[in-house]
Protein backbone atom coordinates (compact mmCIF):
# COMPACT_ATOMS: atom_id res chain seq x y z
CA UNK A 1 0.00 0.00 0.00
CA UNK A 2 1.36 3.37 -1.04
CA UNK A 3 0.05 6.80 0.48
CA UNK A 4 0.43 10.40 -1.29
CA UNK A 5 0.44 12.96 1.12
CA UNK A 6 -0.11 16.35 -0.34
CA UNK A 7 0.94 19.99 1.69
CA UNK A 8 1.45 23.54 0.57
CA UNK A 9 -2.23 24.89 -0.56
CA UNK A 10 -3.48 27.96 0.81
CA UNK A 11 -5.20 31.32 0.22
CA UNK A 12 -2.63 33.77 -2.32
CA UNK A 13 -4.00 36.76 -3.83
CA UNK A 14 -4.36 36.83 -7.93
CA UNK A 15 -0.75 37.03 -9.39
CA UNK A 16 0.48 35.43 -6.12
CA UNK A 17 2.68 32.34 -6.13
CA UNK A 18 2.21 28.90 -3.95
CA UNK A 19 4.20 25.61 -4.42
CA UNK A 20 2.40 22.11 -3.48
CA UNK A 21 4.40 18.93 -2.52
CA UNK A 22 3.65 15.25 -2.50
CA UNK A 23 5.76 13.10 -1.12
CA UNK A 24 4.70 9.17 -1.86
CA UNK A 25 5.31 6.42 1.35
CA UNK A 26 5.13 2.49 1.52
CA UNK A 27 6.92 -0.19 1.42
CA UNK A 28 9.32 -1.37 -1.86
CA UNK A 29 7.48 0.50 -5.21
CA UNK A 30 8.52 2.60 -8.03
CA UNK A 31 6.61 5.52 -9.14
CA UNK A 32 6.37 5.62 -12.94
CA UNK A 33 4.00 8.97 -13.55
CA UNK A 34 3.14 11.24 -11.21
CA UNK A 35 1.18 14.37 -11.35
CA UNK A 36 -1.20 17.12 -10.24
CA UNK A 37 -5.06 17.51 -11.07
CA UNK A 38 -7.59 19.85 -9.51
CA UNK A 39 -11.52 20.24 -9.19
CA UNK A 40 -12.79 23.43 -9.14
CA UNK A 41 -16.25 23.62 -7.35
CA UNK A 42 -19.15 22.36 -9.48
CA UNK A 43 -16.49 21.38 -11.92
CA UNK A 44 -14.78 17.89 -12.93
CA UNK A 45 -11.35 16.67 -11.71
CA UNK A 46 -8.84 17.73 -14.64
CA UNK A 47 -5.38 17.39 -15.37
CA UNK A 48 -2.66 19.87 -14.68
CA UNK A 49 0.56 18.57 -14.69
CA UNK A 50 2.56 15.22 -14.47
CA UNK A 51 6.02 14.08 -15.31
CA UNK A 52 7.10 10.23 -16.17
CA UNK A 53 10.18 8.78 -14.07
CA UNK A 54 12.24 9.67 -17.19
CA UNK A 55 11.29 13.41 -17.09
CA UNK A 56 9.09 14.15 -19.66
CA UNK A 57 5.87 15.96 -18.97
CA UNK A 58 2.53 17.51 -20.04
CA UNK A 59 0.52 20.13 -18.63
CA UNK A 60 -2.86 21.57 -19.25
CA UNK A 61 -3.31 24.63 -22.02
CA UNK A 62 -4.60 27.01 -18.82
CA UNK A 63 -1.50 26.49 -17.08
CA UNK A 64 1.45 26.47 -19.44
CA UNK A 65 4.02 28.72 -18.77
CA UNK A 66 2.87 29.75 -15.19
CA UNK A 67 3.03 26.29 -13.72
CA UNK A 68 6.14 24.06 -13.58
CA UNK A 69 6.16 20.30 -12.43
CA UNK A 70 9.01 18.75 -10.84
CA UNK A 71 10.13 15.71 -9.07
CA UNK A 72 13.07 14.38 -6.34
CA UNK A 73 13.23 10.61 -7.65
CA UNK A 74 14.91 9.96 -4.51
CA UNK A 75 12.67 11.05 -2.08
CA UNK A 76 9.33 9.77 -4.37
CA UNK A 77 7.99 13.60 -4.16
CA UNK A 78 6.74 15.62 -6.43
CA UNK A 79 6.12 19.28 -6.68
CA UNK A 80 3.79 21.66 -8.36
CA UNK A 81 5.38 25.42 -8.56
CA UNK A 82 2.60 27.98 -9.04
CA UNK A 83 3.08 31.34 -10.43
CA UNK A 84 0.77 34.11 -11.80
CA UNK A 85 -2.08 32.50 -9.67
CA UNK A 86 -5.66 33.70 -10.93
CA UNK A 87 -9.09 33.29 -9.36
CA UNK A 88 -9.95 30.84 -12.26
CA UNK A 89 -7.03 28.38 -10.17
CA UNK A 90 -9.14 28.33 -7.38
CA UNK A 91 -9.96 24.20 -6.75
CA UNK A 92 -8.93 21.20 -4.80
CA UNK A 93 -5.91 19.67 -6.49
CA UNK A 94 -4.88 16.01 -5.91
CA UNK A 95 -1.66 14.43 -6.41
CA UNK A 96 -1.63 11.19 -8.59
CA UNK A 97 0.94 8.41 -8.98
CA UNK A 98 1.23 5.02 -10.94
CA UNK A 99 3.10 2.82 -8.85
CA UNK A 100 4.90 -0.52 -9.48
CA UNK A 101 4.91 -2.62 -6.61
CA UNK A 102 8.69 -3.88 -6.12
CA UNK A 103 8.91 -7.51 -8.60
CA UNK A 104 5.54 -7.03 -9.75
CA UNK A 105 4.89 -6.06 -13.56
CA UNK A 106 1.46 -4.25 -12.75
CA UNK A 107 0.69 -1.15 -11.47
CA UNK A 108 -1.34 0.43 -9.39
CA UNK A 109 -3.17 4.66 -9.20
CA UNK A 110 -3.23 6.09 -6.18
CA UNK A 111 -4.45 9.78 -4.81
CA UNK A 112 -3.69 12.19 -2.77
CA UNK A 113 -6.06 13.44 -0.27
CA UNK A 114 -6.11 17.16 -1.24
CA UNK A 115 -5.42 20.48 -0.75
CA UNK A 116 -6.97 23.39 -1.23
CA UNK A 117 -6.21 26.19 -3.36
CA UNK A 118 -7.91 29.53 -3.27
CA UNK A 119 -6.96 32.73 -5.20
CA UNK A 120 -9.11 35.68 -4.50
CA UNK A 121 -9.11 38.65 -6.91
Do not use: H
Not at 63 to 68: A, C, H, I, S
Not at 70 to 90: E, F, G, I, W
Amino acid sequence: QVQLVESGGGLVQAGGSLRLSCAASGRAFSINTMGWYRQPPGKQRELVAAMTSGGSTNYADSVKGRFTISRDNAKDTVYLQMNSLKPDDTAVYYCNADVRPSGRSVTYNYWGQGTQVTVSS
